[in-house]
């Protein structure tokens, strides 16, 4: 790369790497949200705007449509009403009511010969062709029914002598002197008339299902039954009640108590394809089709793959066979599964409700194509943050990059490598003596990171780690200072696993194995103790193990950084009232007062890690720490064989939970006599060296270190 351009690029990453960039990246990231929350603010306003115009749009519709239902319902209850009003028909009705009504066994042929029916058929029939041409064409019969709905004259014999199936309360306002127009009912002896069915788009189905208007008849003093006009469904029923809709957007339809559709759907040939009403050309929606949700758009599924039947109403229908009046702007599935928006009203009355329902894919569709081009804005403004977060983040390895390989960063008599471990403490670097070429671990406290008390933690953690020289504690090489103020500490690298990704990735382990690990975690703290220092944070995660100079499954106890000297008198760094130490790990003690933590809370936090180890879990199960820390000051943990539901050894169990007791006076003495406790149990030194090699070398897969030099050393004692 030329010089020229190496040296733009680094003055970017320069400037990338300054304290400006970051503070650009916190405008940038708090203008970004601030763009974002102002989109999802419009988004919302849209919405509801959205909202507030399709419920004005399908209440407006509806009502047109019950408007005109109306219409036409009053010209029907008109119509039949003057008919039976002329005197000449209402007395011939009267004596053939009056006449034939008492006689129970009716016989079709006595009542087609008698000359007053065929009288007022004839002057019925002169009616129909004066009469106005819109309830001519609705009109497929007539009928004369006695008050228990008994047909005692029409013009279609197959009717005689049979009951006419009314609705419910049909009857009774009859007797009450009411016009009425019945709700759509299905009649099985009324048969279609073919030709009317060729020369019209009824279907032969559908001509099963009849309205009746209905005129009572009376001589000022009984009833004695009515004048039913019999009318098609499919005719003005239906249409009144679509009229105002238009068939590429909404739907306006009836539907009983029960969900049953009365009137005809606009996408029969939909419903036929799928599967929910009978696949024949003549086939109709009127009392065919139940309006209950499927579960699935069945338009995209194809074809009914289970019956629609046991499937509970839609939204709407549930709402207003409750007899509610409402809409849903919001969007739910109707009969054929399809998301739409609502507006419905339940006529009591007249026993059936009315809705209007319109597909959210096609009023909605503004409102999609704004909420994906808000929800692009964001994800752009999301990814160019993250971009520009990652040069700022990151630009430390670009600029190693585009530096020459020889050039690294050094501190003090040491080189640094990549980083291996960061946390509140600071990073921790591999690395390596300019000298010795030794390879190290370089625990580094960066200047922009520095405060005096975490100067001074770190101080303290590095001298008083560095008084330790036990095999199983980690070993302190140097430390120093650079002139820039940074802060550093060499310790020995090591490869393996922490007793946290032991857990995590293999699980629980065996009691010998156990026993091992924790007798080098006593061997490490007894020594501490010795000292006077107290590690405070013992736990899975600051305990290593590894394998290395011919030994496998050795221990090295990490992080003295909350060490506490108990040595002498002196300042608390940590204030008595925060939380030093991991919830799940810390004694009671040291939950109700930091600064009270003493030796018998690290055997707490040991008995804690060889819990964690016996049974591949935490001894209370995870939460908020404040849950945990009340669950330390509170709960007794359960057996280990308990939790995990497996025989253990009692002992090794006993030992364990004797180092969890809440009072401290009950837990052993001290890290050495826990340590003899353990080794009296019975599976102490079932755990071999060679036991540890092949887990080593042959479960073990994580960072592999060269097993040839790790098992040179054995080579001879097993000659």
């Keep these: 790369m030329p010089n020229s351009t190496r040296s733009r690029l680094q003055t970017i990453l320069d400037w990338l790497r300054g304290r400006s960039a970051r503070r650009v990246l916190i405008g940038t990231v708090l203008v970004s949200i601030l763009i974002a929350v102002a989109l999802l603010g419009l988004l919302s306003s849209f919405r509801s705007s959205m909202h507030h115009l399709t419920r004005q749009s399908v209440r407006s519709i509806l009502n047109s449509n019950l408007v005109a239902f109306e219409t036409w319902r009053n010209d029907c209850e008109t119509g039949v009403k003057q008919w039976i009003e002329d005197e000449t028909r209402r007395t011939l009705a009267v004596d053939i009511l009056d006449r034939y009504s008492r006689i129970r066994n009716l016989a079709p042929d006595l009542l087609q010969m008698d000359p007053e029916i065929q009288a007022l058929g004839q002057s019925l029939s002169e009616e129909n062709e004066t009469s106005e041409p819109t309830l001519a064409t ?32 049909a009857t009774k306002q009859i007797i009450a002197r009411k016009t009425i127009v019945t709700r759509p009912f299905e009649s099985v002896v009324l048969k279609p008339d073919q030709k009317r069915l060729e020369n019209s788009q009824v279907l032969a189905e559908s001509s099963q299902a009849i309205v009746a208007a209905l005129a009572p008849i009376d001589d000022g003093s009984r009833v004695f039954g009515a004048v039913a006009w019999l009318l098609d469904p ?3 029923f239906s249409r009144m009640l679509s009229v105002s809709d238009d068939a590429r957007m909404s739907e306006t339809y009836a539907f009983d108590r029960r969900g049953v559709m009365l009137s005809e759907s606009h996408y029969r040939d939909q419903l036929r394809a799928i599967g929910l009403i009978n696949p024949s050309p003549t086939s109709s929606c009127i009392l065919h089709l139940e309006v209950r949700d499927p579960g699935v758009d069945l338009t995209e599924v194809g074809k009914l793959t289970k019956a629609v039947l046991g499937q509970p109403l839609t939204f709407m ?16 599935r109707d009969y054929r599964g399809v998301e739409v928006v609502g507006a419905w009203r339940w006529l009591p009355e007249d026993g059936f409700g009315v809705t209007t329902e319109i597909e959210t894919a096609t009023i909605y569709r503004p409102l999609r194509n704004l909420r994906w081009l808000v929800y692009a804005l964001i994800g752009f403004l999301a990814a160019a943050n993250v971009g520009f977060a990652g040069l700022v983040f990151w630009c430390d390895r670009l600029t190693r990059r585009l530096q020459p390989e020889h050039i690294v960063r050094r501190l003090g008599r040491y080189s640094l490598g990549r980083m291996i471990g960061r946390g509140a403490m600071g990073s921790v670097y591999s690395g390596a003596h300019e000298m010795l070429k030794r390879e190290v671990a370089i625990k580094v ?29 980690i070993a302190i090489y140097d430390y120093g200072r650079t002139d820039d103020g940074t802060f550093f500490y060499v310790m020995e690298y090591l490869e393996g696993i922490s007793l946290q990704e032991l857990i995590d990735d293999y699980g629980r382990q065996p009691a010998d194995r156990v026993i091992a690990i924790l007798l080098q975690i006593c061997g490490s703290l007894a020594e501490a103790h010795y000292r006077g220092i107290v590690h405070r944070d013992i736990k899975p995660a600051n305990v290593f193990l590894t394998a290395q100079a011919g030994v496998f499954d050795m221990v090295k106890v990490l992080d003295f950084g909350l060490v506490k000297d108990i040595s002498q008198n002196t300042v608390e760094i940590t204030q008595s009232e925060s939380i030093t130490g991991t919830p799940m790990y810390m004694s009671p003690e040291s939950v109700r007062d930091p600064s009270s933590a003493d030796a018998r809370s690290d055997l707490y936090a040991v008995g804690a890690v060889g819990y964690a180890l016996l049974t591949g879990g935490t001894m209370f199960d995870s939460g908020p720490s404040v849950d945990i820390c009340l669950k330390q000051l509170n709960e007794e943990p359960m057996r280990p064989s308990d939790r995990i539901g497996v025989p253990l050894a009692d002992d090794l169990q006993n030992v364990i939970l004797s180092c969890l007791r809440k009072d401290a006076a009950q837990r052993p003495v001290s890290m050495d006599e826990l340590a003899d406790t353990l080794r009296h149990c019975r599976d102490h030194n079932g755990w071999s060296s060679v036991d540890a090699m092949r887990w080593w070398t042959d479960v073990f897969d994580g960072e592999r270190v060269d097993h040839r030099k790790l098992t040179s050393k054995l080579t001879p004692s097993e000659g």
């Design 138 to 169: 609705d009109r497929i019969g007539w009928a004369i029914i006695d008050v228990q709905s008994r047909v005692i004259a029409s013009d279609h014999d197959e009717l005689l002598c049979t009951p006419l199936d009314l609705p419910p309360n």
């Design 234 to 236: 499919r005719d003005g």
């Design 317 to 332: 229908a549930d709402q207003a066979t409750r007899g509610a009046t409402g809409d849903n702007v919001v969007g739910y």
């Design 445 to 473: 406290l960066e200047r922009d990171e520095l405060t005096t008390t975490m100067a001074k933690r770190f101080a303290r953690e590095v001298q008083l780690t560095a008084r330790l020289r036990h095999p199983n504690t």
